[in-house]
């Protein structure tokens, strides 16, 4: 049902200096593969195979990762490295049948102006945008799950999961009522609150589903106090117009991957869990420990 989905990877990826100076943080690892390679197989698994992504100028990377490359497995076969081989062909795989293309982010305006950038690529049809730091391990894929609440609705949806207490004042924050088995209907998005003003344990994820309305919206965002245009701002100005915007509380393990410590954890998380280092990774971590 929605053919589109979109991938800001414009930022600066601060947090992971000096890592995101030598390599941008989406083709960091997560065990054995970039993390952006779990967004797109999070994407092509929801039956979606039109991808845009927002990039800094020229900076080209992530798109040529998942380029084809005949060179390369040429010499593999030569070599007969059959593992390696299909290492390559399992990247190919996910390619096939795959359109990527891309838009521009000049500067660094936040997340919600890079969303801006693909507005001419989008058109007129709803899109779902995935936040790369953001890798969702789950049965059903977190876009599948949004996806059968907007073919009844048809409106935003954005992906909800609930956080301890403590941790709230990290996230943005969801005022709710509740319609249904973990669904809701958003009242308001608070960033960051306190304990005690947090409205409910329910933390917005980097998945959402959108109606091309929501560019009406980011043109007429006039940038915050940091000179950047946030999506959450945006949502919460559509929410104030009356506009109604729905919250899924998905099925499955958030995985977060936008500052060191969450990655290492991450990291530890997929790669204890994985068939082929898992057993002997638990091993030597009670070695070492
Ligand atoms: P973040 O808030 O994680 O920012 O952006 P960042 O720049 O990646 O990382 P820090 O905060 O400097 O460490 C969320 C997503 O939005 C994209 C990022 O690339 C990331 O995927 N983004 C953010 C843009 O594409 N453009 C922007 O101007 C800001």
Redesign the pocket.
């Known amino acids: 049902m929605i053919k589109k989905a979109v991938?800001?990877?414009?930022?600066?990826?601060?947090?992971?200096l000096p890592l995101s100076k030598a390599s941008p943080?989406?083709l960091l690892p997560l065990v054995d593969k970039p993390e952006i390679q779990y967004i797109i197989e999070e994407i092509k698994n929801s039956g979606i195979n039109d991808i845009i992504f927002?990039i800094r100028p020229k900076a080209k990377e992530v798109l040529n990762y998942f380029q084809k490359s005949p060179k390369l497995e040429k010499i593999l076969k030569e070599r007969k490295k059959e593992n390696f081989l299909e290492e390559v062909k399992k990247l190919t795989e996910i390619s096939k049948n795959t359109s990527f293309s891309w838009a521009v982010?000049k500067?660094?305006?936040?997340?919600g102006?890079?969303i801006l950038q693909a507005k001419k690529l989008i058109g007129k049809d709803p899109f779902v945008v995935l936040?790369?730091?953001d890798i969702i391990d789950s049965k059903t894929p977190c876009l599948i799950q949004l996806e059968q609440v907007f073919k009844t609705c048809q409106k935003p949806v954005i992906a909800l999961k609930k956080m301890p207490k403590e941790k709230l004042h990290r996230y943005g924050v969801v005022k709710v009522e509740k319609i249904a088995n973990r669904i809701y209907k958003i009242k308001k998005i608070i960033e960051k609150p306190s304990p005690e003003n947090a409205p409910s344990d329910l933390v917005v994820v980097?998945r959402y589903i959108h109606t091309p309305e929501v560019f009406q919206y980011l043109e007429k965002a006039s940038p915050g106090r940091k000179g950047?245009i946030y999506m959450s701002e945006v949502l919460e100005k559509m929410l104030s117009d009356g506009k109604i915007i729905y919250g899924y509380e998905f099925e499955g393990e958030w995985l977060e991957c936008?500052?060191k410590l969450d990655w290492l954890k991450s990291n530890f998380y997929l790669s204890l869990k994985h068939p082929k280092f898992g057993p002997e990774l638990k091993k030597y971590i009670r070695e070492i420990t």
């Open positions: 991938i800001p990877i414009a930022g600066l990826g601060t947090r992971f943080k989406e927002v982010q500067e660094p305006l936040g997340d102006h890079a936040f790369p730091d980097g950047e936008g500052n």
